[in-house]
T-cell receptor
């Protein structure tokens, strides 16, 4: 069973702090990893993706990938109340000859003003 | 460039009726995916389609559910004889690239919230 695991939270951080969101996945052969943000009652919105080991930065967001540990994380610097949402980690798994994006259940982030 | 469009945004059906959900991908995107999200659950893959072809339907229940992406017009997810357990948010996503492409970013529509009474 190919799975993506996330801590459901809620993760509470004060405004201006760094929020760290973590994700582990079961298939060592996975190649690409995605972070989505989902506000309550809304659709997932792509934040960024990463496919190479190391860090990838985009504005206040940094994705980190460690394939040996099967671990991917998202750091949000200078967290704002508007960052309060559920963050979904997604991994592109190969299943039965085709690739499918498999999502974790998400981590709920709350940024306290 | 309009994003992924879905309609209706909300759909109420009684048990036994049919639900028909529509999705128009972003311009230039030929790959369409349907996902279902139950309350407090993650997004679950249902089906992947290209124009006129179902490529992977391994996540879709074998009975009552069907999907199509005709040469002209939107992709359709059809649920026949709906039951209460079908109540969920159904999201469509589109991509310009093949699923095996590492850059396969999927962009989601606003979703259809289906309620079965």
């Amino acid at each position: 069973q190919k799975e993506v695991e996330q801590n459901s939270g809620p993760l509470s951080v004060p405004e201006g702090a760094i929020a760290s969101l973590n994700c582990t996945y079961s298939d060592r052969g996975s190649q690409s990893f995605f972070w989505y943000r989902q506000y309550s009652g809304k659709s997932p919105e792509l934040i960024m993706f990463i496919y190479s080991n190391g860090d990838k930065e985009d504005g206040r967001f940094t994705a980190q990938l460690n394939k040996a540990s099967q671990y991917v994380s998202l750091l949000i610097r200078d967290s704002q109340p508007s960052d309060s949402a559920t963050y979904l980690c997604a991994v592109n798994f190969k299943r039965a000859g085709s690739y499918q994006l498999t999502f974790g259940k998400g981590t709920k982030l709350s940024v306290i003003p | 460039n309009a994003g992924v469009m879905q309609n209706p945004r909300h759909l109420v059906r009684r048990r036994g009726q049919e639900a028909r959900l529509r999705c128009s991908p972003m311009k230039g995107h030929s790959h369409v995916y349907w996902y279902r999200q139950l309350p407090e659950e993650g997004l679950k893959f249902m089906v992947y389609l290209q124009k006129e072809n179902i490529i992977d339907e391994s996540g879709m229940p074998k009975e009552r559910f069907s999907a199509e992406f005709p040469k002209e017009g939107p992709s359709i997810l059809r649920i026949q004889q709906v039951v209460r357990g079908d109540s969920a948010a159904y999201f469509c996503a589109s991509s310009p690239r093949l699923p095996a492409d590492p850059y396969n970013e999927q962009f989601f529509g606003p979703g259809t919230r289906l309620t079965v009474l």
